[in-house]
């Protein structure tokens, strides 16, 4: 088994919902949208091919006409961490295995869009 160290970026056309408005959806609304971020970073990153190894870099800057208090901006994120988890991209999302940073970035509504940024190693065969 061989280390390599991984880069990747991910830009996806749209924002995720702040954390005061999830919470007041009924649960199956809530699980629609945390599926709906799952397909949308399915099809943008795919599921890992290698094997995480150690602890791994996540930022997620959002590009947002509007800001956010810092932890409905955290919150906010939740679905993206959850799926790149279920994707095998970090091996879990506890403070052991993942960095995380969360970035706001003022832009103009036509502009809107979320960055993803992961940094870490992962095991080759």
Do not use: C
């Not at 290698?50 to 870099?57: A, H, L, R, T």
């Not at 930022?59 to 906010?76: A, P, T, W």
């Amino acid at each position: 088994m061989v280390s390599m160290k991984i880069n990747k970026k991910w830009v996806i056309d749209t924002m995720p919902a702040t954390l005061n408005q999830t919470l007041r959806w009924h649960y199956m609304k809530r699980h629609r949208y945390n599926e709906g971020w799952y397909i949308r970073l399915l099809s943008a990153a795919g599921k890992a091919h290698y094997e995480p190894k150690g602890k791994m870099v996540l930022i997620i800057e959002m590009h947002r006409s509007r800001f956010q208090d810092k932890d409905n901006m955290y919150g906010s994120v939740k679905p993206i961490v959850d799926a790149l988890n279920k994707l095998g991209w970090m091996i879990d999302d506890d403070r052991k295995h993942l960095e995380l940073s969360v970035r706001e970035t003022k832009s103009k509504r036509k502009d809107q869009r979320t960055e993803i940024f992961l940094e870490g190693e992962f095991l080759e065969d």
